[in-house]
C-alpha cells in the first residue's frame, strides 16, 4: 500500500479556484492509478477524476472543463486544479490509489480503491 496526504483545501468563493495536493509514499508510485473522490455531509462517496499510470483520465460529469488532474511522479504527487468552483463543490475530497482500479462507464468506484488519504475539505460560498 501507499501513504497518502492530502493539501490545499480551504474557503473559496464560488467561481475561484483551489488546487488540491497528494504527496504520496512508495517506491512504485508511478504505477499506480491515483483518484479524487468526495464526500458532502449527509451524501454517499463520489468519482471526482483519476489518471492512471500511462496519463489517461477520467472525470465525473459534473466537473467536466472545470476540473483537472495530472500526476508528477518524479513527486510522487497528483494534483486537481479545480476552476469555476460551485457551492454544489462543498465536500471533503480523498486523495486515493490502487494498482489495479479499472474504469467503469461513469468512471472509477472508490470501493475499487486501496489506499486512501485523511481528506481535505473544500468549501465554496455562494
Known amino acids: 500500500q501507499v501513504q497518502l496526504v492530502e493539501s490545499g483545501g480551504g474557503l473559496v468563493q464560488a467561481g475561484g479556484s483551489l488546487r488540491l495536493s497528494c504527496a504520496a509514499s512508495?517506491?512504485?508510485?508511478?504505477?499506480?492509478?491515483m483518484g479524487w473522490f468526495r464526500q458532502a455531509p449527509g451524501k454517499e462517496r463520489e468519482f471526482v477524476a483519476a489518471?492512471?499510470?500511462?496519463?489517461?483520465?477520467n472525470y465525473a460529469d459534473s466537473v467536466k472543463g472545470r476540473f483537472t488532474i495530472s500526476r508528477d511522479n518524479a513527486k510522487k504527487s497528483v494534483y486537481l486544479q479545480m476552476n469555476s468552483l460551485k457551492p454544489e463543490d462543498t465536500a471533503v475530497y480523498y486523495c486515493?490509489?490502487?494498482?489495479?482500479?479499472?474504469?467503469?462507464?461513469?468512471?472509477?468506484?472508490?470501493?475499487?480503491?486501496?489506499?486512501w488519504g485523511q481528506g481535505t475539505q473544500v468549501t465554496v460560498s455562494s
Open positions: 489518471v492512471s499510470w500511462s496519463r489517461s483520465t
Open positions: 486515493a490509489a490502487d494498482l489495479t482500479a479499472r474504469p467503469y462507464a461513469l468512471g472509477y468506484k472508490w470501493g475499487d480503491f486501496s489506499s
Open positions: 512508495g517506491r512504485t508510485f508511478s504505477s499506480y492509478v
